[in-house]
């Protein structure tokens, strides 16, 4: 495979046998939708959707101070984190910039898995490797090893419980067991990126059509669909969930993302980008992140300016935005300075040249009940 060419998951045949509409994302071949992405949000909203999350980066730390090392490599306290527990991290540059976000795996004593975002996987992977020296421990870039499945939405459990040789009940959220499903070996993981109760699942390549064949069999009956790119994005914006690229950016830390309780700085010992984040945490951020309503039918997108109501002067930038299917209104996020950041706050947004009001309101857009 030359650079320049499309990766493709074990699933791509079945993508356009439901014939999705394909995209490139981040050099991998990716369904954007199968139908209606409209439809495919509400049936993750109300009963299930399946996605296809291959192109997803997945890394190991191994051996005796795997945890250390991940405590020196990220901002989060990694050796707190339980057998069969999962958390979500960072890794930061020296200057406290967002390098990636992450969920990180314990599963084992010594025995971690890292989970990328796929744009930035080799550059995880390599920063990892590097922070890692010194330490005894083993980093591993096993990607190409796993394909990724989800089932997310309120009828994944009743989906998923026939399938699966263990308890769902007993899987806590942000947990994850090795399981059989279908007659697949998996890692079955309580996460997702939706705002829906939900499960990923890691497989081998060679598993991955049989697996979505019994998962897409089992569901159905419970209005299960196939869920495409399109979709996610709008789901995980409802759900107030950072995009790496949008959101997060190496020129933003976790404070003005509003995240800055992924930061441990009460660790004993010394990680990447200490330093700075520490000094970010006293002075405070220089902007935060907020959402934005509009009570009009013209969508905020990504990169249009917000400004000031009355002078139409530039205040900040729309990191993401989307007609909202649960809402029934055009959402965002942006980033505003602090004193522009109260909800009930009236903004405008430049859109395409016309000033068009916003409202600042509280993150989550939507929390399931």
């Known amino acids: 495979m030359t650079s ?14 439901l014939g999705a509409t394909m995209t490139d994302f981040a050099g991998w071949r990716m369904p954007l939708r199968y139908g209606s992405e409209t439809a495919e949000h509400r049936a993750v909203r109300e009963a299930a959707g399946l996605f296809d999350l291959t192109h997803m980066g997945e890394i190991t730390v191994t051996g005796p101070e795997a ?13 707190k984190i339980g057998v069969d527990r999962a958390r979500y991290s960072m890794i930061c540059d020296a200057d406290g910039g967002i390098l990636d976000d992450l969920i990180v795996y314990r599963l084992g004593e010594d025995d971690f898995l890292v989970v990328a975002n796929a744009s930035n996987a080799a550059v995880v992977a390599g920063e990892l490797l590097a922070r890692a020296a010194g330490f005894d421990a083993v980093v591993t870039d096993r990607s190409e090893e796993y394909a990724l499945l989800a089932v997310q939405g309120p009828h994944a459990v009743a989906i998923l419980a026939p399938l699966a040789d263990l308890d769902l009940d007993k899987v806590k959220y942000y947990a994850a067991d090795r399981a059989t499903v279908a007659g697949v070996d998996v890692l079955l993981a309580r996460t997702g990126y939706t705002g829906e109760d939900g499960f990923e699942l890691f497989c081998a390549p060679a598993d ?15 209005g299960l669909i196939p869920a495409g790119l399109s979709c996610r994005d709008t789901l995980r914006l409802e759900a107030g969930m950072p995009l790496y690229g949008h959101e997060l950016t190496t020129s933003v830390t976790p404070y003005e ?41 013209r969508v905020p997108r990504a990169g249009y300016a917000v400004l000031d109501p009355e002078t139409k002067a530039p205040i ?14 055009p959402i965002a996020m942006a980033y505003v300075p602090l004193d522009r950041a109260e909800p009930g706050t009236v903004l405008a ?3 395409r040249g016309a000033a068009e009001p916003v409202e600042v309101v509280a993150l989550p857009f939507y929390k399931r009940a």
């Open 4 to 17: 320049t060419e499309e990766r493709r998951t074990p699933l791509d045949a079945v993508h356009d046998a």
């Open 208 to 222: 991955a059509v049989r697996l979505w064949t019994s998962l897409a069999e089992a569901g159905a009956g419970h």
């Open 316 to 329: 900040g930038e729309i990191t993401s935005g989307a007609p909202s299917p649960t809402l029934g209104a």
């Open 67 to 79: 945890a250390r090392a991940l405590d020196h490599a990220l901002v989060g306290f990694v050796s």
């Open 257 to 297: 993302a509003n995240l800055g309780r992924v930061v441990r700085l009460d660790k004993p010992e010394d990680f990447v980008g200490r330093d700075a984040l520490a000094a970010r945490e006293k002075e405070g951020p220089r902007a935060t992140l907020v959402g934005l309503r509009s009570p009009g039918r």
């Open 349 to 351: 947004v430049d859109i």
